[in-house]
């Protein structure tokens, strides 16, 4: 069924949409040592590291479009082009991202719908294989978002959503990556809550005692 047509207009931009995706750009993490030649190798793997990043961001960009607006022109190649892009962490990172530019127009085509489905699916088993959770939780916050209206003869059309088709994936049930993802709510409560002011007169002992309990208070709101 079409969208109704109240769907607002597409979000700009493609920046990381979780904390959990905030240091995991593509890119490793390189230690230089005192030799020209791990200056060299340092230099040239970090270029080679940029090329797949911009690689992957282009592929994306021009790839994910397509699944919302013309998914029956995708062909075998450009899907088998799209499975060799998600087993590096730059391709999952920014199938992610451009998806999520995407999220202010959640009510899709049918078309539109089980293409996603299909492609949410490679991405997230290749997220659970490689652990890579900053793609894995955006896109499985986003399996809430996108749906298409059902039309039952006799009943108001009815929302289905992604995830009704991608609860299966493995990584709905890894203990890992739930644990990640908690850790990292926590970390994210952590940094935007304000420190409460306490009194002058407290010592040392109170004040750890204060700061235990404040620590406590935003890991039981997590596990809510």
């Avoid at 749906?147 to 991608?166: A, I, K, N, Q, S």
Wanted: proline share 5%.
């Amino acid at each position: 069924m079409p969208c109704s047509s109240d769907s607002t207009s597409d979000q700009d931009g493609y920046g990381p949409s979780t904390s959990l995706d905030s240091n995991m750009d593509g890119r490793r993490i390189w230690q230089r040592s005192g030799s020209s030649g791990s200056v060299q190798s340092w230099a040239s793997s970090l270029s080679a590291d940029s090329q797949s990043e911009e690689a992957a961001a282009d592929f994306m960009k021009a790839f994910v479009p397509l699944l919302f607006d013309a998914p029956n022109t995708i062909d075998q190649e450009q899907k088998a082009n799209f499975g060799q892009m998600v087993l590096t962490e730059s391709g999952r990172i920014w199938f992610s991202r451009v998806v999520n530019a995407r999220r202010a127009r959640a009510c899709v085509t049918e078309a539109s719908f089980y293409s996603l489905a299909q492609h949410f699916a490679v991405a997230l088993f290749e997220c659970h294989e490689a652990d890579d959770f900053a793609p894995a939780k955006s896109l499985m916050n986003m399996c809430f978002t996108f749906y298409h209206e059902v039309e039952v003869p006799g009943l108001e059309p009815y929302r289905e959503y992604l995830y009704t088709h991608l609860r299966v994936q493995p990584i709905w049930t890894s203990m890992r990556f739930w644990t990640a993802a908690f850790f990292d709510a926590v970390q994210c409560e952590r940094a935007s809550r304000p420190v409460p002011p306490r009194p002058k007169s407290l010592d040392q002992e109170s004040l750890a005692a204060e700061d235990r309990k404040f620590q406590a208070n935003i890991v039981f709101g997590q596990l809510g």
